[in-house]
């Protein structure tokens, strides 16, 4: 917050009171000159426009009422610059104050292709400051950080973000099996068009008015419809959706924004916005539906089994390696509250493959693991290492039992993962001159041509070890470590397609 106001002493001056306060927004420097030594408002506002050297004004931002970010020269490189000029973002309802704590209210990472979504500004509309130019000033001022990600091309993180890439797989991932859910939801009600509805992917969000959202769908149904000589003309349903904890005022002001600024816009269709979030405030309940919003949770929507596993599969995500060295039950535990639908059941094998390989190869052998660990261009999806003795990387594909993996996806593992990997386990502490050793795991099946590339880069490579193992290979290895609960698994949520939904 802005500190209470205190005399300034000496000359009544624009920099006497950065001097005294700090780095300051016009306003409060204005209400300092007129309040504590009784200088009419304009007199002050000429003093702040007339203000030379040291005095500078931060470039490029503008708050709202025109209101302008002062600082003294020695200012901005100090401590205190960041902080002040954050306060003043939160105080004004700044755009970019909006952005950082819809930012925070996903865990504080995002792929950046979200950003223009997230931001609650449009990515392109006059008068408006755009989402990509939002994004540039925070990473210019320090705000936020990117990085590179092989799943989502490149991420964007509060600096003080633990664990951004793992946080933000764990979150993604729950939220996709929250969005099939929606999208069957609507699907089954007849609220949207059945097979023009939009999701996102890791890399884009389907656009509707100048702005980016999760969902997008055209409905037909009433009062949206509306007619143009007897021809429909559908409204809309759009949708974002955040599952990282209780939701406050502050963080839903983005999508509050969005909707606000698109109502105002004439030749908008009628629309309606919903936000599902894990939990809400009172406070961000009610500026929701005071703007005429539809807050909702996945309790509110699905029941309370699959709310709770939706929060156990974030926990364990974000904690594999403790899980499966001390609950891998959870595993069995999600699967029996997520996986009743076909879209839900995919993601969760994708995601909780790694654990039950995990699980398995941590019984085989000794050593120190790791799951889903991110370094340059690729992951590693478990990591088994034995100081100076072996390093073990295997890549995971937890899929249906009737899928082929084919000769492009070896390719893919023997030319891009190993290589990528290799290096990086060659820097790895401990591993410099252990035997490297690479496995790829399925639960479908390979192809011959794969087979075939598999046996011959193993019989012609000798610098590492290749091995792999397909469907059957995985449930004999999973039977043999007398895991019956994983067992389960496999034969329930790998071997047929479940048919319910949520």
């Known amino acids: 917050m802005l500190d209470a106001p205190r005399p300034v002493t000496g000359t009544a001056s624009v920099e006497a009171v950065l001097t005294q306060y700090g780095p300051s927004l016009s306003s409060f420097v204005a209400d300092r000159l007129v309040n504590d030594h009784g200088i009419s408002r304009a007199a002050a506002r000429k003093r702040i ?32 610059f960041k902080g002040r000029l954050e306060d003043a973002f939160h105080q004004s309802r700044s755009v970019y104050g909006i952005a950082l704590y819809a930012l925070e209210a996903r865990g504080g990472v995002i792929p950046t292709a979200h950003f223009h979504g997230v931001s609650g500004s449009p990515y392109r509309l006059r008068g408006h400051v755009g989402s990509e130019t939002i994004l540039s000033n925070l990473l210019s001022l320090g705000f936020v950080k990117k990085l590179p990600d092989p799943s989502a091309g490149e991420i964007v993180f509060l600096p003080d973000t633990r664990n951004p890439q793992q946080a933000m797989r764990a979150r993604l991932t729950a939220e996709n099996i929250l969005l099939d859910g929606i999208r069957e939801l609507l699907r089954n009600i007849a609220l949207v068009s059945y097979d023009k509805m939009r999701i996102r992917t890791d890399l884009e969000q389907p656009d509707f008015g100048h702005f980016r959202w999760d969902i997008t769908a055209p409905s037909y149904a009433h009062p949206f419809v509306s007619y143009d000589r007897g021809r429909p003309n559908p409204g809309f349903f759009v949708a974002d959706v955040q599952f ?78 403790a899980v499966v060295a001390k ?24 995601a909780l493959f790694p654990l039950i390989v995990g699980h398995c190869v941590k019984k085989l052998e000794p050593g120190y693991l790791e799951l889903g660990v991110a370094i340059p261009n690729t992951d590693i999806d478990v990591l088994l290492t034995n100081k100076d003795v072996s390093g073990l990387a295997i890549e995971c594909k937890g899929k249906l039992s009737t899928s082929i993996d084919s000769e492009s996806d070896i390719e893919h593992w023997l030319n891009h993962v190993i290589p ?22 399925t639960t479908g099946r390979f192809a011959p041509e794969a087979l075939a590339l598999l046996e011959k880069n193993r019989n012609e490579i000798k610098r590492f070890d290749i091995d792999w193992k397909d469907g059957e290979a995985v449930r004999r290895c999973v039977a043999g470590v007398k895991a019956q609960f994983l067992t389960d698994v496999l034969r329930d949520h790998f071997t047929k397609t479940p048919i319910a939904t949520f």
């Open 49 to 80: 426009q007339r203000a030379m050297p040291p005095v500078q004004r931060l470039a490029r931002i503008v708050f709202p009422h025109d209101d302008r970010f002062l600082f003294l020269r020695e200012q901005r490189r100090s401590a205190v």
């Open 244 to 321: 990282a904890g209780e939701c406050s005022e502050e963080h839903v002001q983005g999508f509050i924004n969005k909707n606000r600024v698109l109502r105002a816009l004439t030749h908008v269709r009628p629309f309606a916005s919903m936000l599902v979030s894990e939990r809400f405030s009172q406070n961000a309940l009610h500026v929701c539906k005071k703007a005429g919003l539809l807050p909702a949770t996945p309790r509110a929507l699905f029941g309370r089994d699959v709310a709770a596993g939706l929060r156990i599969l974030l926990e364990t995500l974000n904690h594999a390696a």
């Open 327 to 350: 609950n891998p039950e959870k595993i069995a535990e999600i699967f029996s509250k997520l996986a009743k639908s076909e879209g839900a059941a995919g993601n969760l094998r994708g």
């Open 420 to 441: 990528h990997t290799r290096q990086w386990m060659r820097g790895h502490d401990g591993l410099r001159s252990a035997r490297l050793r690479f496995e790829y795991w």
